[in-house]
Structure formats: C-alpha cells, structure tokens
C-alpha cells in the first residue's frame, strides 16, 4: 500500500467548505482484501491507537468505526481513520475524512480536512499519511505498538512550525469573526485580511500602516531614549558605547546599577541586568559585539502595556522566567516540570516559552546558591533570568484595568511620539495603579525603557494570571473601522458554455458604473480592462491574484470545473453566482462519469453564495433548474434570479407569481420580470454578438450578465447603454468573432462540446444556410470517445465540407487520433459530406477557404484564439462589424429541417452519454 500522489483543495470545496488534501491511495497487496480477513487486526489496531474507538464513521456516533473493523472494511478506509487520529495526537485538530474509489481496483482517493491557517506548502498532511499507511501496514503484519514517540513528536514539532503563531492567530481568528476573508502566505505570519481595495495587511503584531521611521526608531533604543527623553517622557539615564571601555565610563557617570543591552536587540537576547563593576560591564559588552546602550537601572516592576490605533488595550506586568521550591525536587527537576506545560513551547510558538537552564540561567542561580542539583526549599522562588521578556521563559499578569490614567496618557504620548499604530511600550514603575511622580531634571524613579514595534500579544492572550485580553480583536477592529468586513463586492460564474462571454460582458457592465473590475477567464487575469497575466486563469490562483490586488474594487470570477476539482475554490463566498448551464463536457475526467457529476461541480458555486446574496440560474436547463432543490445550496437563504429565453416557462411564471425577479426574451426585447412589472431593456437586434436574433444564445449570455449587474445593483439605464458599447470583436474575442475576407465571411468560436457546437451551427445556418457552412475544426483529445463522436455527429449534421486537424497538445491521445476519430464518426452519420485532413490549424484554414464559395462561411473552432486570429490577419481577415447581416447574401435564412434537429440531436447526444456512457 503506498500514496501515489497528493493535491490540496486550498477552499471551498466538492467535499465540505474547508481546505482538505486529496491523496491517491493504491492498496496493492491489500486490494479487495477487508479488515475482517485479517485476524486479530482490530484489536491490535486500537492498542496502537486506542482513540480510534470514539470515531463516529458512517453510524454518527461512537464506536461506528468499530463496528466497521469488526464488520469488515476496506484498508484505504482504515488509512484515511489512522490519519485523522494521529492529526489529533499531534493537535492538529480536524475531523472529516472520506475515502471513495478512483475508478479501478484498489485504488483510492483519501480526502482530509487540513486546518484553515495550515500553509497551502505544508509537508505535514503528507508525513502523516505516510505515518498512517506505514502504521496500518505494521499492524496488518502483526505488530501491536502504535508509531515510535520520536516519530509523533517529529510530526507535532513540524505542524507547530508551520503553524501560525500566537499573535498571528489572533488577528486571524478575529478576522474570521467579523466575516473578514484571511490568506496566509506560504508558512509566514504574513497574513492579508479582505479583499480588494479594501484588503489590509498584517505581519504578526505590525500592519501595512506601520510606519518605515516608527519602526526604525523603536529599533534603535538609543534614538528612541533620546526622542522620548527631549519630549519630556521620562526614561532612564544612559547613553550608547561602541565598546567597553566606553561602556565602562557610562557605568562610572550614572552610578551602579546600570543596564547594558544591545543597540538594536530585540526580545530581551543579550540584556544584562543588575552590573555594579567594570569587570561585569566589559563582560556583557563583549557578549553583545557591537554598539549597546548603558542605562541607569530604575527600581520597581516590569510592564507591558499595548497601544492600538492611540487607544491602550492591555497592559501586563512581567515575571521574569523562576521557578518555586518544592523541598524535594533539583533545580533541573523544577525546570522541567515547568517545562511540561502543554502551554510552553519553543520560540513563540505557544503561549509560553521554554526555560532553558542556560550558563546565564545557572550562573543567575549561582548567585542564589543552587547548581542544578541544588533542591530549593518549599515555596523559596529561584530566578533563572534577569530580563523578564517572554522569550526568555517569563511569564505574565493582566494589570488592564489596574492602570492609573497618568499611566494611560503617558502610553498614548509614547506611541504617538514614536509614530507606531501598534506599540508596545515597556515600562519600570513601582506600581502600574500608582500616579506618576512629576518628571524633571532630577533621575527619574519610573520611566519608559524601551519601544517595540512588534510587540508579542502572547502575554496578553493567555496570561498566567489575570483575565485574558482579545488584543487580536483590538487589531483588526483599528484596520477594518465602523464594522467592515473587508469584501468587495465578488460575482461567481460558471457553467459548461457561455462562461467566459458572461463573465466578461459582466465586468464591462459593471464598469460602466465607475467601477475598477478585476477579471479572471480563460484566456487571462484582467484588471480595469487590462490584461495583467496570460493563462487559462480560471482556478483559485487566479481568484486570489484578483481579489488580493488593491485597485480592484469589483471582482468577477470565471470559476470552472478544473479548478474546482482540483484546487478548490479561492474565495470563500461571493455575493453573486451564476451558472449558465450544465451539458456534457469533460466527462471520463477527474472522475466526472455523468452530467450529474457535473452538476455536482458546478453546484459549489451555488453553494458558496452568502446568506442574502443572488443567484443567477438558467431556466431553460433542467441541471441547472435542479440546484436549488440541493441541501447543501439552501436557496431559501439566498435571492433567486431566473434567466431564460422562454418566457412561458412554467418554472419561470411560478417564480414570477411569488413576486420573483427573472431576466428574460420576450417579443424580441431583454426584459426584467419582477411579479407582473415588466421592464423594457434592450432590443434583441441590439445585442452584440446575437447578430439580429440569429443567436439566441448570445441573448441567454446578455441576461445572465445583466442579473449579475443588476444584483450588484448596476441602473437599468447604464445596463443597456453599456451593452450596446460591448464589442465582442474586442471585449469577447474568439466567442462568435466574424471576420470578412474578400466575399467569404469566418466565423471563430471556442465551441468543443455538442451542445456548443449545436448553438454555433445553427447560427450559422440562420444567417447563411444550411448548405452554405464549411468547418475547419479541432476538438480536445482529453474528451471520452463518446462526446468525440458525439461532437462528430453535430458537425455531419450542420455541415457540407470540413477540414479537420488536431491540437498542438494531444493531451495524451496519438498524433492524429482525434482527427481521425472525428472523421470516422462523421462519415458513418453522413456520407456524402466531404471531410479532409491537415496537419495544423494553418493549413486547415488555408484548406478551409479554398473549400468556401463566395457568400458561404468558413467556421473555424480553435484551441488557442491569438494565433488563429493573427494566422488570418496576415492572410488579410477584417472584422465584418458588430451587426454583419447587411453585407451578408442573404442576409438571415429560415433555419432549415437539418439546422432544426441540430438542438435536438444535441440534447439526445448528452443524454445517451449520460445515461449510458456510448452511442
């Protein structure tokens, strides 16, 4: 049994609305053998894995795994329960699995939840699947120990490393409580909170408003001592040595005890506490190794006190790292039963750090006469660190509401000076609740020590003692004001034809309201119109380049199966989704066997539509008709919006009756329908792309496009004014381009599926005739044989002479396999057409035109739009204009009997696909 591969769903997905990882399972040796074949397997099981008894599994409850051991069940099951357990052993906390077949013999996808801040480049999903199929393995083999406590420590320590931080956790967890959307970057504490041109950054404790100089000054703790000292704060005589000796003559100016830390230090490494001689001075200045700042020591008690957005949000004394006598356990034994904790940890990890019993902890403990296997006496406390940073093992108490207000002005002034949003500022004071003493030319007994620009929250999350502060939610409510859940309004499009074409006339209605749309499709990433990448960008990676660039003030998103299917989703809600329609398409891939797989697909986009906001479904598709009657889209939560060509649908007209708003065709004009108004927006002869009705189609694409606008809240008016200005030549190229060369018209579309083919054809035959149409055409290798020969049969269909060639990317098939397939298909359903053969697009243009009369059309279905279009322009191909009918003989024709079954034949096409995988 091995993995054989591993992909990560980074959003919402098929699966459930979280990251998950889907591995591909091959059980080899085990393949049909079930775990009641195994003698003693179950038992030995949950010896290894005792906590494999409360798994629920299918029962819902308990024991239900159990009982599936015990009943028998597959071992690609078991790995997925194994998995899931060792998660939890390690504190990765996660729940849902599931294990379906790959589509053959032992063969099987695992899919697993991963935490929702797990970095998308996280190793660990794979270790402990590796861990799980090497445990199952052992115990099938006999073994009963579960995996080595080496091996399950490694597993926590590498998830605790990629895991975010404290501070980091706490802004997210905020964020996420608010509605705000959170993606992390790789395995950083660098998160970016909303979307948009209201997308805000964060670094653990220090956002995108951070200011550069306010950084700079709080990192070097001499200028910050000069600049609060010249303004009156009151901090602790000293001054900066570049070395020892002039370390030395600082200590002999202000009198002993000084301070003697690192100009530049950060978390209190290298800070030495409590010098009184030149001998200790010299010392601690060599350990440094560079420029240190020697203060005067100020008597009295260590805080922390956090400034936000020039509000105090916590303030917190610190302990510095100790332990407490109990009379009978070593200094080393008291340091380690610290250390068990469960909220202690390395680095900042957790809650708490580490004490490490170090040369500066034992030469401290010297101090008060214990070595490591000195025992102290009950209750007498031993101070293992003079500084009492976290970092170093300190601990905290909550002081917020102790704070006397002269305390809280004197923050607030500190921050402001320093120029930081977020500040913490460390204080001496005999007492936090005490008044200040008035500050003056005389030393100061209670100052500011030092700023810190990113200040650690974990001492105010999770307090030794005190209450505990939600300083994250402090953070996030200073960059997100007045409530905003960071969002920008998002639009959702997917289907199986059509999307691209509405995703972009949406953007272009939408920006007729002044709005800056980012765009993704098929053919690239667009923001304002422009295109800024290059590539099929209909995946997740793709959503996240738009919705994370902060000019975008509206997104619209072409969602398709792929990247569904294979990375998720990268958002996760939308405001508005549409589905155009769901036929035959991709089936045989990523285990998608029927339309209804497919449904299943494309309905995440209905699901992950927000409470309250629209979704936009065709009427005239009976899958797409079928989505909100699933569970998982709870359309009562959202606004339903029909658009259809029928008007007498009877789905439709109930709709209406409730009060309902639909877009629809009706005697020759796109109308909004709400109750029993009826709103006028544009002619059908107007819309771009329909060529004067002829297109149908191309008017289903304009209503979906304008429910989108509309549920935006896009004016009718600037709707029908900006579908006019729509070009397809320039905003939609490739979707239905005509072109004219001398007295023959072309034709190029993306059409690669029969019901996309039907449409196109039976356009064409509209406005040429039915015998009036030559083909050069393509079609996708990586489509099953049975939509191939159903493409095939459309095209015999519609057409009197094709020239067929295949994709430059055969996508797995034989040279020439696919073309030849076609042709095969084509001959057997009708023949008398004339078919040949080319070796590349160019000659099957070249080809095409010679075969095409004057006043006929050339059809040419592409696999990449750019270098046919720029094929045609040398050739000396001119776009034939928004409304082409004029210069066309003759200009529309009846559609004829063969141009009428094409629709059908379509339909009847999928179906048999379908329902029975052949024709």
Not at 151 to 167: D, Q, V
Not at 584 to 605: M, P
Not at 625 to 643: G, H, Q, Y
Not at 841 to 846: G, H, L, S
């Amino acid at each position: 049994m091995k993995i054989e591969s591993l992909r990560r769903l980074r959003g919402p997905n098929v699966y459930l609305s979280r990251p998950a990882v889907v591995a591909r399972l091959r059980l080899e040796e085990l393949t049909g053998r079930e775990t009641s074949d195994v003698t003693g397997f179950t038992e030995r099981l949950l010896r290894a894995l005792p906590g494999l008894a409360e798994h629920h599994c299918a029962a819902g409850a308990p024991g239900g795994f159990v009982s599936r051991l015990r009943g028998g069940t597959y071992f690609g099951h078991v790995t997925e329960h194994v998995c899931l357990e060792l998660s939890q052993l390690i504190g990765r906390d996660v729940s849902f699995g599931r294990t379906v077949s790959a589509g053959e013999p032992g063969r099987y996808d695992v899919i697993l939840e991963c935490p929702v801040d797990e970095s998308p480049d996280s190793g660990v999903p794979g270790e402990l699947l590796d861990a799980a199929v090497e445990l199952v393995l052992a115990v099938h083999d006999g073994a009963a120990t579960g995996l080595p406590a080496t091996r399950l420590a490694e597993l926590a320590a590498a998830a605790e490393r990629e895991a975010p931080g404290p501070s980091t956790r706490a802004i997210i967890a905020a964020a996420r409580r608010r509605g705000i959307p959170v993606e992390r970057f790789g395995d950083l504490s660098l998160v970016r909170l909303g979307w948009g041109t209201r997308r805000r950054m964060a670094w653990a404790a220090m956002t995108d408003r951070t200011g550069g100089v306010g950084i700079d000054i709080a990192g070097d703790k001499h200028v910050t001592r000069r600049l609060l000292g010249e303004a009156g704060i009151p901090v602790a005589p000293g001054g900066v040595a570049g070395g020892p000796e002039e370390a030395v003559a600082l200590l002999g100016e202000l009198g002993a005890p000084v301070v003697v830390k690192p100009r530049h230090g950060r978390q209190g490494h290298r800070v030495a506490l409590g010098l009184s001689t030149p001998e200790d001075v010299e010392r601690a200045c060599r350990a440094v190794g560079g420029d240190v700042v020697v203060e005067r020591q100020l008597d009295g008690r260590d805080y922390r006190v956090l400034t936000v957005a020039g509000e105090v949000v916590a303030a917190a004394e610190r302990i510095a790292a100790h332990v407490v006598g109990d009379g009978r356990s070593s200094l080393a034994e008291l340091v380690e039963q610290a250390n068990a904790d469960p909220r202690r940890g390395v680095g900042h990890s957790r809650v708490l750090t580490r004490i490490a019993l170090d040369a500066e902890a034992l030469r401290l403990a010297a101090g008060q006469g214990y070595d490591r296997t000195g025992v102290p006496a009950d209750g007498e406390t031993v101070w293992l660190h003079a500084c009492a940073n976290l970092s170093t093992g300190g601990t905290s108490r909550d002081v917020t509401d102790q704070m006397h207000p002269d305390v809280t002005r004197l923050c607030q002034r500190v921050a402001a000076l320093v120029g930081l949003d977020i500040a913490g500022i460390d204080l001496r004071l005999p007492d936090i609740a005490a008044p200040l003493p008035p500050t003056g030319e005389r030393d100061p007994v209670a100052g500011v020590i030092e700023v810190n620009a990113v200040p650690g929250l974990r001492m105010h999350l999770a307090p030794a003692g005190g209450r505990a502060r939600d300083v994250g939610d402090a953070i996030v409510r200073a960059m997100f004001p007045g409530g905003s859940d960071g969002r920008i309004p998002t639009v959702a499009v997917t289907g199986t034809n059509g999307k691209t074409t509405v995703t972009r006339l949406t953007a272009h209605l939408l920006s007729g309201g002044g709005h800056r749309v980012g765009t993704t499709t098929t053919d690239g990433v667009y923001v304002d119109g422009r295109l800024i990448y290059l590539a099929d960008a209909t995946g997740p990676r793709s959503a996240q380049q738009v919705l994370g660039d902060p000019q975008v003030e509206v997104a619209v998103l072409e969602t398709a199966r792929g990247g569904l299917l294979r990375r998720g989703l990268g958002y996760d809600w939308s405001d508005v989704g549409v589905i155009t329609n769901i036929t035959a398409d991709h089936l045989g891939q990523d285990g998608l066997d029927s339309i209804e797989d497919l449904a299943h697909v494309k309905a995440v986009v209905a699901e992950r539509v927000r409470d309250g906001g629209t979704l936009v479904l065709n009427v005239d598709d009976p899958w797409v008709r079928s989505l909100p009657d699933r569970p998982r889209v709870r359309a009562d939560r959202k606004r339903l919006v029909w658009f259809g060509l029928d008007p007498a649908n009877p789905v439709l007209t109930e709709h209406l009756g409730r009060g309902g708003t639909a877009y629809v065709l009706h005697d020759g004009w796109l109308v909004q329908a709400t109750g029993a108004r009826r709103m006028p927006l544009l002619r059908l002869a107007e819309v771009p792309g329909a060529y004067g009705g002829a297109a149908p189609h191309a008017a289903a694409n304009a209503l979906a496009a304008i429910a989108a606008a509309r549920a935006l809240g896009a004016r009718p008016e600037t709707v029908a004014v900006r579908l006019t200005e729509f070009d397809p030549g320039v905003d939609n190229p490739g979707r239905g381009t005509l072109l004219r060369l001398g007295d023959v018209s072309i034709f190029l579309d993306y059409a690669h599926n029969p019901a996309a083919l039907a449409a196109t054809l039976r356009t064409l035959h509209r406005l040429w005739g039915a015998n009036r149409c030559v083909a050069a055409v393509t079609l996708p290798g990586d489509r099953r044989d049975d939509l191939l020969a159903a493409s095939a049969q459309i095209l015999a269909d519609g057409l009197t002479r094709a020239v067929l060639y295949d994709d430059r990317d055969p996508r797995g098939r034989p040279a020439g396999e696919v073309s030849g397939l076609v042709e095969q298909e084509m001959r057997v359903r009708r023949p008398q057409i004339r078919v040949l053969r080319a070796d590349d697009f160019r000659q099957a243009v070249t080809t095409g035109l010679d075969l095409t009369a004057p006043g006929e059309v050339l059809l040419v279905i592409y696999e990449k739009y750019a270098p046919v279009r720029a094929f045609l322009g040398e050739l000396g191909a001119v776009p034939a204009g928004a409304h082409p009918a004029a210069p066309i003989r003759p200009a529309v024709h009846a559609m004829s009997p063969l141009g009428r079954d094409l629709t059908a034949h379509a339909s009847a096409m999928s179906r048999s696909v379908t329902d029975h995988g052949h024709l």
